[in-house]
């Protein structure tokens, strides 16, 4: 594991960010970490971070639904290495995960050597999923990992407009909630359509439930 990394870490409860510190500073000599607690904070923590060399980011993170973050990140910084932290132990959310670009998936229910042994694999450059999402069997997830590629393809606020789209909100609504103008919003729709091979606004609504769906631990 490197020494004097630069870790972000991306979680909105503060008793969490602080008991991950404290448990990976010990095995890290002269870790440094940046907190952000939503989108918005991680934003601006990777513009002012100097070269960071991981993100651990909470999946639920504040500001923006699902897998938007990881889109976000991905999309303009593809060099900087995310590895998701989250409550779910789903196996299949781990590995859409990594099919949209994330370098890793930590349960937060893992133990200290756990979640070290992760970030040191990641930081060596490689790729870390718990056994049970590394057994799971590719056939299961053809489908999803298609679905997944497509969404990758769509920017944070066309993603955030497939959202409210799904909440069944208007394009008036959607404008008014996005501070931007109806032309633009219609623009985004049909760039949405494009991208997800869909011709309704029903059709794409089903598409963003099955993204949703797959950000939530099962019951």
């Known amino acids: 594991m490197g020494d004097n990394a630069r870790i972000i870490v991306a979680d909105d409860h503060p008793l969490f960010r602080e008991a991950l510190q404290q448990a990976l500073a010990p095995t890290m000599p002269g870790v440094s970490f940046v907190e952000a607690e939503s989108f918005e904070s991680l934003q601006a923590a990777v513009e002012s971070c100097e070269d960071p060399d991981l993100v651990l980011l909470d999946l639920e993170m504040p500001g923006a639904q699902g897998f938007s973050v990881l889109t976000w990140l991905r999309s303009q910084h593809p060099a900087l290495p995310v590895v998701l932290v989250s409550a779910t132990s789903d196996a299949a959310v781990m590995r859409r995960a ?50 997944a590629r497509k969404v990758a393809s769509l920017t944070p606020q066309q993603f955030r407009v497939l959202d409210m789209l799904a909440d069944g909100l208007l394009n008036k609504q959607i404008a008014a909630e996005l501070e931007v103008s109806e032309a633009t919003v219609k623009a985004h729709v049909t760039a949405i359509f494009r991208k997800l091979g869909v011709r309704s606004r029903t059709q794409a609504a089903v598409a963003a439930r099955r993204i949703e769906s797959t950000t939530r631990p099962h019951a």
């Not at 790729?127 to 590719?138: G, K, M, R, T, V």
């Open 98 to 147: 990594v099919d949209l670009g994330a370098a890793g998936f930590i349960p937060k229910s893992s133990t200290v050597d756990t979640i070290s042994e992760a970030i040191s694999a990641v930081l060596e450059g490689e790729i870390w999923l718990p056994e049970a999402a590394l057994a799971l069997d590719d056939a299961q997830l053809s489908e999803d990992k298609e679905l």
